[in-house]
């Protein structure tokens, strides 16, 4: 369902993506994790046709993410990073404007966007502008609009994040249920307990390379372990000022 | 005073980053066409302008600051009144008035310069406070539009509503309305004054469409499955239908042609430099030159309708129809 072949994006002379090479089949919950900076996003943004690629393929549902972008937007839904809402609609005037450019008719758009309005708590913000809404509702609403038009494929750029511990269990049982119908998810997340859970296949990026890509139950150990040993393990340091009395 | 001198320094640091207001200044169309109107007026004027035009213009720095964060720091009540009658100093307009201020007066203190610095203490400590809306929620109600772009177009609606530039549009606009029903018979040559008054207005904002949009919009337009022209018609269907209500007692098809000519002159600094604008400011058009080319465009076409052929529309709906096909093809290229 996703193929990268030699995916590498340059910026001048920094290399952020570097020859990843991926295959995520239909279905899968495929989980990309990495430290900040890694090329997750960029990573993302090519697979999703917003960014050329300066050298190497991208296929998503058989399609050229490069050529064939406004074909790839039609069957696709996107968590982007910045989460990609406008501050002058409101989150049930989000859903609705996604369902009109999708092609949905009015009585199925209303029908989806009541459902993910309940489904997802939002049904108190509903005439909320996205200016005045609560960082997890925007989450919460850009999730919506990625889910509202049925797509094969999701993208979602940390989608638990900052969203509360319902919600993001209400997320990952939808995820699942998606994947199970053979929708493909692909995730980016810093929160590796529940990476670890949704999780069928794990790719790990540090500095533009795939250090690891194999299916979630052939991790040799926990993946915070695993994640630790091949990405970047935490180094403590102690800050003897902390705590002490104010001078 | 190290602690206000600390934040002063970063304001400073953040506002020259960030505003570049002397270009945003110059950059306003209607702003420019008032300095040639009033080149010869007294420096009073000029004076009282500076406070109602380019004061709300540039940024007020104090908002460089998250309200949440100023109020978290370990300010005291002295220091944070210091802050509010210092940080307009941050701003360079603040000095560019008080320089034409001291040169006004000649030394001499007048009313003018009490009015002036009544309005510097007004920008510096009432402007960071005005509880000012959103602008979606206060034109909440915007209409409906058939077909799928409807919530796209109440967006577009309710951003350029949400400038100065509509404000002062709809000023001209009334009162012109009102001088025409109730004031002494005009030549019919003044309403085509007015109506390109009316547009100059709105026209830079035609060089900045995506201002208000922020970043996340912008991303968002990227990801919807329609043509890049789609998006630029739904903006387009809101800036038209602003100008067509405001010189609808005017003389409205000069006035469109001049949108139309906006519209296609706005097209290249709108796509391909996407400048961020502020809310409840004058909107700040891509650069002085590119404005006075605008502006003229706009003046031969709506004199050349009003006065030759209506038929000259025509061209000025050719023009804009082949910007909005070319810079949509721009608009669907990856980055």
Request: charged share 15%; proline share 6%.
């Amino acid at each position: 369902m996703i193929s990268c072949r030699n995916l590498t994006r340059r910026y001048g002379d920094f290399t952020a993506v570097d020859c990843l090479n991926l295959e995520v089949d239909a279905g899968a919950i495929c989980v990309f994790l990495g430290p900040n900076g890694a090329g997750k996003s960029t990573t993302v943004k090519m697979l999703t046709g917003l960014l050329a690629p300066s050298s190497g393929t991208v296929e998503v549902c058989g399609l050229d993410a490069a050529a064939k972008q406004l074909e790839l937007k039609r069957l696709i839904g996107v968590l982007p990073e910045d989460l990609g809402l406008f501050d002058d609609l409101t989150v049930e005037e989000h859903l609705l404007l996604t369902g009109a450019v999708y092609g949905l008719d009015r009585q199925e758009t209303h029908r989806r966007t009541s459902q993910l309005l309940h489904t997802l708590s939002l049904e108190h913000g509903r005439h909320t502008f996205a200016t005045s809404c609560s960082h997890g509702m925007r989450k919460k609403t850009s999730f919506a609009m990625a889910l509202l038009p049925n797509p094969r494929v999701l993208f979602l750029d940390e989608p638990f994040e900052a969203v509360d511990p319902v919600t993001s269990r209400i997320m990952r049982d939808l995820l699942q249920s998606a994947a199970r119908h053979g929708v493909t998810v692909f995730l980016t997340s810093h929160i590796l307990s529940v990476a670890e859970e949704i999780a069928t296949q794990v790719v790990m990026i540090r500095k533009g390379k795939i250090v690891w890509n194999s299916p979630a139950g052939e991790l040799p150990q926990s993946l915070e372990a695993h994640y630790f040993d091949l990405v970047e393990s935490p180094v403590v340091e102690e800050l003897e000022w902390l705590g002490s009395p104010p001078s | 005073m190290a602690r206000l001198a600390a934040i002063l320094r970063a304001l400073w640091r953040a506002f020259q980053r960030g505003e570049k207001s002397f270009a945003s200044l110059a950059g306003n169309n209607f702003f420019l066409v008032a300095v040639l109107f009033l080149g010869k007026a007294g420096t009073f004027l000029f004076l009282i302008m500076g406070l109602v035009i380019l004061f709300p213009l540039s940024t007020d720095p104090l908002r460089k600051i998250p309200p949440s964060r100023l109020a978290l720091w370990p300010l005291e009540k002295r220091e944070m009144w210091l802050l509010r009658a210092l940080s307009p100093w941050v701003n360079p307009m603040t000095w560019v008035i008080a320089a034409l201020a001291l040169w006004a007066v000649r030394g001499s203190v007048t009313v003018g310069l009490w009015a002036l610095a009544a309005g510097l203490f007004a920008a510096g400590f009432a402007i960071s406070e005005l509880p000012l809306p959103s602008g979606a929620a206060m034109w909440r109600r915007v209409p409906h539009f058939p077909g799928p772009l409807d919530q796209l177009i109440r967006k577009n609606l309710r951003e350029m509503l949400s400038t100065l530039d509509f404000y002062c549009a709809l000023l001209l606009s009334v009162s012109s309305a009102i001088y025409r029903i109730l004031g002494p018979a005009l030549p019919a040559e003044s309403f085509l004054a007015m109506t390109g008054l009316v547009v100059v207005a709105l026209s830079s904002y035609a060089q900045c469409l995506f201002g208000l949009d922020g970043a996340g919009g912008r991303s968002r337009y990227r990801l919807l499955p329609v043509r890049g022209w789609w998006i630029l018609a739904a903006k387009d269907a809101a800036f038209l239908l602003v100008v067509a209500v405001l010189v609808a007692p005017l003389a409205p098809l000069a006035g469109l042609g001049a949108a139309f000519v906006a519209l296609a002159m706005g097209r290249r600094p709108s796509v391909e430099d996407p400048r961020p604008q502020t809310r409840w400011r004058f909107s700040a058009g891509a650069s002085p030159i590119y404005g006075v080319i605008e502006v003229m465009l706009m003046a031969s076409a709506a004199s050349s309708i009003f006065l030759t052929s209506e038929l000259i529309v025509l061209p000025c709906m050719a023009a804009w129809a082949g910007s909005l096909w070319w810079y949509g093809r721009r608009m669907e290229e990856p980055e």
